[in-house]
């Protein structure tokens, strides 16, 4: 197959899920929304940014002065209101170039791998070129539905176009093909498959210890506008009270001016590391010596970061949302907190440390999960299955 993905080429997790299809021989192509550099071996690499990327991206070469010290200074939900108010005015010019490479490129399926801004852009540039020849699949991650869609007029028009226009959904939760049919997805005769968001765990990297866990906290979900860091750092005093010997490990966040204020504000720095970004095989180490993995989200799909922790044995601890519950079952193999409630959250983390039974219980249950439902090879190969099925669909009913 010639695939040409649309993606943020920065993102480990669209990488994980390409590099699949890299090493089994298929052409890939790559547009990109933002400069990357990536160890993976394209065709071609094409960066198209839409008009604030260099605000978003935050280290780009093209991303000007101001947009950095913007960036720095400004808190994610300004960034995210940014985003959407100014981006989807670049669509329409960005989408002439796109449909111009798909002409020159002529692959066999288009995959944009999110709906904002990469889906929009594409839906865009094949409703302004019909007939459309080449199949069009899109991914839903996260809270593409539940934060960005409704946000604005613009995003929900262009929500609408991209449900409208694809062939084929990709999404990591049921919920998110329920709410595709109220975003225009016509579910009942279009093909969609419920797949983790990165293709999956690669089981020999993730995976548990033979021994016991350090009493350690993690936090993988870095700062983002949708994740409750307010109520995440709020509980530490509170279970620092409880069990003072506990370490906090905040990834993503070093050097980040609310986690600093934050872990100075409320005195918890000695047991607090902001840590930077980390490669895959160090997460996987860290996960292994935690107790316990928090996911203070108030908008998710399924999060590739819970299930990574769940593998290596870690206990998960999430924000009660739809999507958690399609994976935790309070009490049997994690527990849920309100997202917005500190105490609740921090009661949580000290009953699962001081709950080793529980923690055994959750540990043998969610690597059976993982292997039954998110074990990486299984899932790509049903990957590839669909890019092959919405090709045939294509070639026997032909163009929109």
Same mark, same amino acid.
């Given at each position: 197959?010639?695939?040409?993905?649309?993606?943020?080429? $920065?993102?480990?997790?669209?990488?994980?899920?390409?590099?699949?299809?890299? %090493?089994?021989? %298929?052409?890939? %192509?790559?547009?990109?929304?933002?400069?990357?550099?990536?160890? /993976?071996?394209?065709?071609?690499?094409?960066?198209?940014?839409?008009?604030? @990327?260099?605000?978003?991206?935050?280290?780009?070469?093209?991303?000007?002065?101001?947009?950095?010290?913007?960036?720095?200074?400004?808190?994610?939900?300004?960034?995210?209101?940014? $985003?959407?108010?100014?981006?989807?005015?670049?669509?329409?010019? *960005?989408?002439?170039?796109?449909?111009?490479?798909?002409?020159?490129?002529?692959?066999?399926?288009?995959?944009?791998?999110?709906?904002?801004?990469?889906?929009?852009?594409?839906?865009?540039?094949? !409703?302004?070129?019909?007939? &459309?020849?080449?199949?069009?699949?899109? @991914?839903?991650?996260?809270?593409?539905?539940?934060?960005?869609?409704? @946000?604005?007029?613009?995003?929900?028009?262009?929500?609408?176009?991209?449900?409208?226009?694809?062939?084929?959904?990709?999404?990591?939760?049921? $919920?998110?093909?329920?709410?595709?049919?109220?975003?225009?997805?016509?579910?009942?005769?279009?093909? *969609?498959?419920?797949?983790?968001?990165?293709?999956?765990?690669?089981?020999?990297?993730?995976?548990?210890?033979?021994?016991?866990?350090?009493?350690?906290?993690?936090?993988? $979900?870095?700062?983002?506008?949708?994740?409750?860091?307010?109520?995440?750092?709020?509980?530490?005093? /509170?279970?620092?009270?409880?069990?003072?010997?506990?370490?906090?490990?905040?990834?993503?966040?070093?050097?980040?001016?609310?986690?600093?204020?934050?872990?100075?504000?409320?005195?918890?720095?000695?047991?607090?590391?902001?840590?930077?970004?980390?490669?895959?095989?160090?997460?996987?180490?860290?996960?292994?010596?935690?107790?316990?993995?928090?996911?203070? @989200?108030? %908008?998710?799909?399924?999060?590739?970061?819970?299930?990574? *922790?769940?593998?290596?044995?870690?206990?998960?601890? *999430?924000?009660?949302? !739809?999507?958690?519950?399609?994976?935790?079952?309070?009490?049997?193999?994690?527990?849920?907190?309100?997202?917005?409630?500190?105490?609740?959250?921090?009661?949580?983390?000290?009953?699962?440390?001081?709950?080793?039974?529980?923690?055994?219980?959750?540990?043998?249950?969610? /690597?059976?999960?993982? &292997?039954?439902?998110?074990?990486?090879? !299984?899932?790509?190969?049903?990957?590839?299955?669909?890019?092959?099925?919405?090709?045939?669909?294509?070639?026997?009913?032909?163009?929109?």
């Amino acid at each position: 197959m010639r695939i040409l993905f649309i993606t943020d080429g $920065r993102s480990p997790t669209a990488l994980n899920w390409i590099k699949y299809f890299i %090493h089994q021989g %298929h052409e890939i %192509h790559l547009v990109t929304l933002f400069p990357c550099q990536s160890e /993976l071996d394209f065709s071609t690499v094409t960066i198209l940014p839409l008009r604030f @990327s260099g605000l978003v991206g935050g280290k780009q070469p093209t991303a000007n002065l101001r947009y950095r010290i913007l960036l720095r200074l400004a808190p994610p939900k300004l960034r995210t209101w940014i $985003r959407h108010h100014f981006v989807p005015a670049s669509i329409p010019q *960005a989408a002439s170039i796109l449909y111009s490479l798909i002409v020159k490129v002529q692959p066999d399926l288009v995959h944009a791998m999110r709906i904002p801004y990469e889906g929009m852009l594409t839906a865009q540039a094949f !409703a302004s070129n019909l007939p &459309k020849q080449v199949p069009f699949l899109v @991914s839903v991650w996260g809270n593409d539905f539940t934060l960005h869609a409704p @946000s604005t007029k613009a995003l929900s028009s262009f929500t609408k176009l991209t449900l409208g226009m694809a062939d084929g959904l990709h999404t990591d939760c049921r $919920r998110d093909q329920l709410l595709s049919e109220i975003w225009g997805f016509d579910i009942a005769h279009k093909p *969609a498959v419920v797949l983790p968001g990165a293709g999956g765990i690669q089981l020999d990297l993730f995976y548990p210890s033979a021994g016991q866990p350090a009493p350690v906290v993690i936090n993988p $979900r870095g700062i983002r506008a949708y994740i409750r860091n307010d109520t995440f750092f709020t509980s530490i005093p /509170l279970v620092l009270e409880k069990h003072p010997e506990v370490k906090f490990l905040c990834l993503n966040m070093a050097g980040q001016p609310e986690a600093e204020n934050w872990v100075d504000n409320l005195g918890i720095r000695k047991s607090t590391d902001l840590l930077p970004f980390q490669d895959r095989g160090t997460m996987a180490d860290l996960y292994r010596q935690a107790s316990v993995v928090v996911s203070p @989200s108030m %908008h998710d799909g399924t999060p590739n970061t819970l299930l990574e *922790a769940m593998a290596c044995g870690c206990f998960p601890v *999430a924000g009660d949302i !739809a999507t958690i519950r399609e994976w935790i079952t309070p009490g049997l193999n994690g527990l849920v907190f309100n997202p917005a409630d500190p105490k609740n959250l921090a009661d949580n983390i000290c009953l699962a440390l001081e709950s080793s039974e529980l923690r055994a219980q959750a540990k043998r249950l969610n /690597l059976s999960l993982i &292997k039954e439902r998110a074990e990486y090879t !299984a899932s790509m190969k049903i990957a590839g299955e669909f890019y092959q099925h919405l090709i045939n669909l294509k070639q026997l009913y032909g163009p929109k």
